[in-house]
């Protein structure tokens, strides 16, 4: 049985390597429709990586107070968006004055600039950075750690102190290997004392996490002053089971700071990490259920072509197949012959598709700088569709040849 096996294999290798020209365009229309399935869920893999590493960090007991709700709304021909106002330094200092909600920590913070020059003695920081005020809650809320050094304590931020915590980029640029805790650095003319070094996070969408500069929030309205700043407010809860009683709160508080009416709706967004990674995953689900679509239709003309390939095949071997019929070969001895050759091209095409997929995937991780993993579901998925295409394909063209009458197979030319 295994010699039969074994034999009906190398007879199939044998018939591809004769036809390779068209073996070689049907397993690129196999691949084709592989490659767009791995290759778009290979890039929503990576683009789920980053969101989940960017905000496991926050945890689900955070939440922000922000200008807008994250929430996409579509809007009707004519109308217009409701405008909210900017979260301005009074409503955040307000926020964080009225607001006393049990176990909770507030954090108030701003971005200054995106394209500040820091400076220690010759050396100086190329491309610009990020320069933020921020509290002495800033770090915890967002989830980030000091790798070197300390945070900000409550007396560096209450006295206004010139301190400032550094990304691992401005680090390297600036101090070169060495340790730059305690040397001072300057920003706009104002030197600042390096109290703390952040781990690192890398880039995302194009944002380099690590080149960043965090000062007292104070210091940071001296020395930024453009109007309309808005501000970022974040509310730590330190038991998750008071997550929505403390969000309700913070809701009320700060509908009261903004002086609206009972009937009047929010002017402000609320939103809290976990909800807004469930948004951007569900949106994320959408281009999966895309790529599946995309890649049915693709995959369904690639079944089509497979099968149409094999009765051409079938057809031109007519003569062979009554030749081995006659010297004993059995239908189910055809019929396999035929099939093996199916799933042969069928899993090079599988491969092929998996192959480019993850290629393809790769690049576009690199691109946007994404968190790229081997998606091993999609290339599961992928090794079983293949082997789904190959055996529907195959099994009508086996059938056909193993079905043919030997005597006519003879006389045909």
């Known amino acids: 049985m295994f010699s039969l096996v074994k034999e009906n294999i190398r007879i199939a290798l044998n018939s591809i390597k004769s036809q390779l020209l068209r073996t070689i365009l049907t397993v690129l229309i196999i691949a084709i429709g592989i490659s767009a399935l791995v290759g778009i869920l290979s890039a929503v893999n990576a683009l789920e990586n980053t969101i989940s590493n960017n905000f496991a960090s926050m945890g689900a007991n955070t939440f922000n107070i922000q200008r807008y709700d994250f929430t996409i709304q579509t809007r009707g021909q004519g109308e217009e968006r409701k405008i909210n106002p900017i979260i301005g330094y009074r409503d955040a200092r307000a926020f964080k004055q009225r607001y006393n909600f049990p176990q909770t920590q507030t954090s108030i913070s701003f971005t200054g600039t995106r394209a500040a020059e820091i ?232 491969i092929l598709g998996i192959l480019i997929g993850m290629l393809f995937g790769l690049i576009v991780a690199s691109i946007a700088e994404l968190n790229y993993a081997i998606p091993w579901v999609a290339i599961i998925w992928a090794t079983l569709i293949s082997l789904i295409i190959a055996i529907i394909s195959g099994s009508y063209p086996a059938s056909k040849a193993a079905k043919q009458n030997p005597i006519e197979s003879l006389r045909y030319e």
């Open 119 to 350: 400076k220690y003695n010759d050396e100086k920081t190329d491309p610009e950075a990020n320069v933020l005020g921020v509290n002495e809650h800033f770090l915890i809320n967002s989830g980030l750690e000091v790798e070197e050094g300390r945070n900000f304590s409550v007396f560096d931020i209450d006295n206004n102190s010139n301190v400032c915590i550094i990304g691992g980029d401005i680090q390297k640029a600036l101090f070169k290997g060495f340790n730059p805790i305690n040397k001072s650095i300057s920003i706009r003319g104002a030197k600042f004392k390096v109290i703390g070094v952040l781990e690192s996070q890398g880039s995302t969408f194009g944002n380099n996490e690590d080149l960043r500069v965090l000062i007292p929030i104070q210091k940071a309205r001296s020395l930024f002053t453009q109007p309309y700043t808005n501000y970022d407010i974040s509310v730590k809860v330190k038991d998750k089971n008071f997550m929505e009683a403390a969000q309700d709160e913070a809701i009320i508080t700060f509908r009261n700071i903004r002086k609206l009416e009972p009937k009047e709706d929010n002017n402000f967004g609320i939103e809290r990490s976990d909800s807004l990674i469930n948004q951007i995953f569900q949106i994320t689900g959408y281009l999966d259920f895309a790529a599946w679509i995309i890649s049915i239709i693709t995959i369904l003309g690639s079944s089509i072509a497979l099968m149409n390939i094999m009765l051409v095949s079938v057809t031109e071997r007519t003569r062979e197949i009554g030749i081995r019929k006659a010297l004993g070969a059995k239908r189910n001895t055809i019929a396999f012959q035929f099939f093996i050759e199916t799933i042969i091209i069928g899993q090079l095409g599988g």
